[in-house]
């Protein structure tokens, strides 16, 4: 068997744009999982690549002072919250970096002035959905191994990264605000103690497969329950019982799945108790979020995001905006005040029925929306039909957006873009592309995710005279 390499004092100085912290020996720069900038580690070195090293934490030699301790029990060993044994200021700092040198490397534009990344007021409990995920057989620590009288048993928590087939048991979660944790431990519960199978992925057995948990800031809760197949008698038991132990459940409902992944997009949601469906406020507007609603996680971080998008557009009830990569309309129906006239493009049709759900809720009636492939709807006669864009707004996935939506962009005329990313790198791409008629003249990063590499960011393009 190779003997593995060992790096011996390595330095870590940075942080990769990946989250990963990063090292150089020699000629090669070095990825290192469960590392911050500051420490002196020694390496096991688990990939050798022409250009780099990828490798892990064999000892920690001089800690970092940026270093902070994990608040989570689980830390290390879950694939979330990576980021908890670094302080909070130097979260940002590596954040606002990273913006920094996508728009410098990739974008080419060196002379952006970006803004200081706005914090995030609350660093734990701050997401508004999250899905757990049941398994016979639970992913033991290495505590754990080496205790004999522990049994691998069934758990219900998160995958462990990497492994479809693993789950990670969670006691207590700081990412979702109770009754999040109580609503999953008496799941847990109850249905071990009235014998209910847990999913098993490679042999596809077993009855409970998933539960979502949403939470709004309306203090309303939505709890789903994902069953492998229909077994009336069962399910009613543990929903009914969810009914009598949680009364403060707004919309109570399940999903059988009976395919081989867990995605349920495309599956109905039934309705088992209360509302089908829960609300989200912002100013004065009310969002209608269903079982499959796309609503963004962090919702206090959202309004922010939804606040700079809004003053960007700079808008004064004369101009015509696209809303691109709409989904529920959420930024189209924030921004209709100030516009006169909105016009909102999403891939998925489902969520076009919510967009347009939420603009006859909140009586907005000069928005409209289409579903459809974003390069195919935004044609030249399609800007003829519904009007010019003065403005365009685009919020597309981590992917960014397909160099033929930006030519569409560029064909356009729009006298000014706001992008919105969560992905840096991606949008300096595609801002690059649009350099050729577009001009960057304001960036913001908004820090949506606390102990997480993730970050928001929101540029403003205008056209070139």
């Not at 580690?41 to 064999?58: F, I, S």
């Not at 990412?175 to 431990?185: E, F, K, M």
């Not at 009007?387 to 569409?408: H, L, N, S």
Request: aromatic share 10%; with cysteine; charged share 25%.
């Amino acid at each position: 068997m190779k003997e593995k390499k060992l790096i011996e004092n390595l330095l870590i100085c940075d942080i990769a744009d990946k989250g990963q912290a990063l090292g150089k020996t020699g000629e090669k720069v070095v990825f290192v999982d469960r590392a911050i900038p500051g420490d002196v580690v020694d390496v096991w070195v688990t990939r050798n690549r022409k250009n780099y090293l990828e490798g892990r934490v064999k000892e920690l030699k001089t800690g970092s002072p940026y270093r902070s301790s994990p608040f989570c029990s689980h830390f290390g060993v879950c694939g979330g919250c990576k980021w908890q044994d670094m302080q909070y200021e130097k979260q940002l700092f590596f954040k606002q970096k990273q913006v920094a040198d996508a728009m410098q490397r990739i974008a080419r534009m060196s002379d952006l002035q970006i803004e200081p990344i706005i914090p995030a007021p609350e660093t734990t409990y701050y997401r508004n959905k999250l899905e757990f995920t049941f398994s016979n057989k639970r992913w033991l620590t290495r505590e754990e191994l080496a205790d004999k009288e522990i049994a691998a048993g069934y758990g219900l928590g998160f995958h462990i990264p990497g492994r479809f087939d693993k789950i990670l048991n969670i006691d207590h979660c700081y990412l979702q605000p109770d009754p999040s944790n109580a609503i999953r431990l008496e799941v847990k519960a109850f249905t071990l103690q009235n014998g209910y199978t847990y999913f098993d992925p490679v042999i596809q057995q077993g009855y409970l497969r998933n539960m979502i948990i949403r939470t709004a800031s309306t203090g309303e809760i939505m709890v789903i329950i994902v069953f492998h197949y229909e077994d009336a008698e069962k399910r009613n038991m543990l929903l009914k019982h969810l009914q009598q132990r949680f009364p403060e459940i707004t919309s109570l409902l399940y999903v059988i799945n009976g395919k081989k992944n867990d995605v349920i997009s495309d599956l109905p949601a039934f309705h088992f108790a209360g509302r089908e469906f829960i609300t989200e406020r912002m100013e004065n507007l009310v969002f209608k979020i269903g079982p499959k609603s796309f609503y963004q996680t962090n919702a206090e971080q959202a309004y922010q995001l939804y606040v700079i998008a809004r003053e960007f557009a700079d808008l004064d009830g004369s101009q015509t905006v696209y809303d691109l990569y709409t989904g529920t309309g959420t930024i189209a129906n924030f921004i209709a005040s100030g516009a006169k006239k909105v016009v909102g493009v999403e891939y998925v049709r489902e969520a076009v029925l919510d967009a347009n759900e939420n603009a006859v809720l909140n009586n907005i009636k000069h928005a409209e929306f289409y579903a459809g492939d974003m390069k195919e709807i935004l044609t030249q006669s399609f800007f003829d039909r519904h009007g010019k864009p003065d403005v365009i707004i685009t919020d597309p996935p981590r992917a960014g957006m397909e160099e033929a939506v930006v030519a569409r962009l560029l064909e356009s005329g729009a006298n000014s873009i706001v992008y919105v990313s969560c992905n840096p790198a991606t949008q300096a791409r595609d801002m690059l592309m649009l350099s050729t008629a577009y001009l960057p003249v304001k960036c913001q990063p908004v820090d949506m995710f606390p102990h997480t590499h993730h970050v928001e960011n929101v540029v403003l393009l205008k056209l070139r005279k």
